[in-house]
């Protein structure tokens, strides 16, 4: 299969598909005290404003991913454009909480049809195995130039234009990247199934309930929606396995790479998935940074994981997945341990901790993904990045959850036993009391040391599934023949 001529023009709109997501996301986390008090929104108006969007992503994920294999990646990108920059421009005439969640469940829709075809159409534009892995490093180093560049960039249009803000700036970007996929981007879709209406109304209701679940573990379980969830998976798996036309196939687990890829993904998610909640607060309350600040402060990371994204893509075709991938795990792992081993009380102590976990990230993140998506044939690159992402967005869940509430633990039982009950669980309320500011800050320098040396153990066991189940040499993509023979034309 020939490369696409206009491959590396259509890999900047993806990378602009992504951005949009990632920024929009970390942006509104600094915006959340600006608009509580400008719409007079209580806490659990801001937990659902915050959490409607990811229900409704999670929950769409592997549906949008299987329509866009059968009705054109384009299509469904192009769709998800439209409706996630609709939904951004309405939020920003939100007169009240409930106006900016509605706005958010769309914008959830929307961002659930864009994800999973920005790397299935990557798959299909750079069927080189060597260029995918560049194409693969750039895209990631773009989103975690948005992980950390939407807090400091949120920051400033909020201090200057309002809360609004953070949504403005996603339809100009909305309307670059459709313009450019309508211009530069071919259509492709996989060969034609039935649909599978079933499995798209559990998938819906089990991956909802499921992420659901997992953002109540700092308050205890939440035994409605995990029962909702065991019983709704577990339906979604026995209908795929026994149905003629499944949605997502599940038969994808037996290979090594896509099941080693998937769960070593998933603990590394979970160990860094925390991280910038748990060492925000800690800039933030123990050191006194601005929001600013903070996000400033993460710019050591953000270089060495561009820089060790383009190495990890070299390696890669090198040494194989396996050793690529395991080599970063255990450097991430090392950036853990010095996290949770000493106490970084300054710019130098943070950086250097920051460039080593992003000198792992950038090793190991696109190699596992490539090992990964190595093993999706080509006509269900659709479903397969949906399955990819959803992998990613549960553990990047279950890791806020399990650090936060380790955190939360760890920090409640540092602190003096006759502080009140509010101090004691939140840094928050503790510092803004002077007679517990100190107590306070020894506190979380504790808890951020118990957090993050479970983040460590976590990428660790990351690194030893990647070690077995990995196949030593990189394997041919599926450009291969045999998955290009059944590819459905790419106009």
């Given amino acids: 299969m020939q490369p696409h001529p206009r491959r590396w023009l259509i890999l900047i709109v993806l990378c602009l598909s992504t951005l949009v997501l990632v920024i929009d996301n970390m942006a509104l986390t600094v915006a959340v005290p600006a608009l509580a008090g400008d719409l007079g929104a209580t806490s659990q108006d801001i937990q659902w404003i915050l959490e409607s969007y990811m229900l409704v992503f999670a929950g769409l994920l592997l549906t949008a991913g299987s329509l866009s294999d059968r009705y054109g990646r384009r299509k469904l990108m192009v769709i998800g454009l439209v409706l996630f920059g609709a939904a951004s421009l309405a939020a920003t005439f939100a007169a009240d909480p409930g106006q900016l969640i509605a706005a958010r469940v769309a914008m959830g829709v929307g961002g659930a049809m864009i994800m999973p075809n920005t790397l299935s159409i990557l798959m299909v534009v750079f069927p080189d195995e060597a260029e995918r892995r560049k194409a693969m490093a750039a895209g990631a180093a773009f989103a975690v130039l948005g992980l950390i560049g939407g807090p400091v960039a949120g920051g400033a249009l909020i201090a200057s234009l309002g809360w609004e803000a953070v949504f403005w700036i996603n339809v100009p970007v909305a309307l670059l990247a459709i313009v450019a996929a309508l211009t530069l981007m071919p259509e492709s879709k996989g060969s034609a199934a039935k649909p599978d209406p079933v499995g798209a109304v559990l998938s819906v209701i089990g991956m909802s309930a499921l992420v659901w679940t997992i953002n109540e573990l700092a308050h205890g379980i939440a035994w409605i929606p995990l029962i909702v969830a065991v019983v709704a998976l577990a339906a979604f798996i026995g209908w795929e396995l026994r149905t003629e036309h499944p ?6 687990f037996r290979d090594r790479d896509f099941s080693g890829g998937s769960l070593s993904l998933t603990l590394v998610q979970i160990g860094s998935g925390g991280m910038l909640l748990v060492l925000t607060q800690y800039m933030q309350f123990v050191l006194g940074y601005t929001p600013a600040q903070a996000g400033l402060a993460f710019i050591p990371m953000v270089i060495a994981s561009v820089a060790f994204n383009g190495l990890g893509a070299a390696l890669g075709g090198k040494l194989g997945n396996r050793t690529t991938a395991v080599l970063g795990m255990l450097v991430m792992a090392g950036g853990f341990a010095v996290l949770g081993l000493s106490t970084p009380d300054s710019f130098v102590g943070l950086a250097v901790a920051q460039v080593v976990l992003g000198a792992g990230s950038g090793l190991a993140g696109p190699t596992a993904i490539a090992a990964l998506m190595g093993a999706v044939p080509t006509e269900q690159a659709g479903v397969g990045s949906a399955l990819n992402d959803t992998i990613q ?31 004691r669980r939140s840094v928050a309320a503790a510092v803004a009391d002077p007679s517990l500011a100190d107590a306070a800050r020894h506190a979380y320098d504790a808890a951020m040391s118990t957090a993050f040396l479970g983040a460590a153990a976590g990428v660790l066991g990351a690194a030893v599934l990647a070690l077995f189940l990995l196949r030593g040499r990189a394997v041919s993509s599926p450009s291969r023949p045999e998955a290009v023979s059944e590819l459905a034309s790419v106009r």
């Fill in 247 to 252: 949605m997502v196939p599940l038969k994808l």
């Fill in 393 to 423: 967005q549960a553990g990047a869940a279950l890791g806020v959850a399990i650090l936060g509430s380790l955190a939360t633990s760890s920090f409640s039982s540092a602190m003096p036993a006759t502080a009140p009950e509010a101090a």
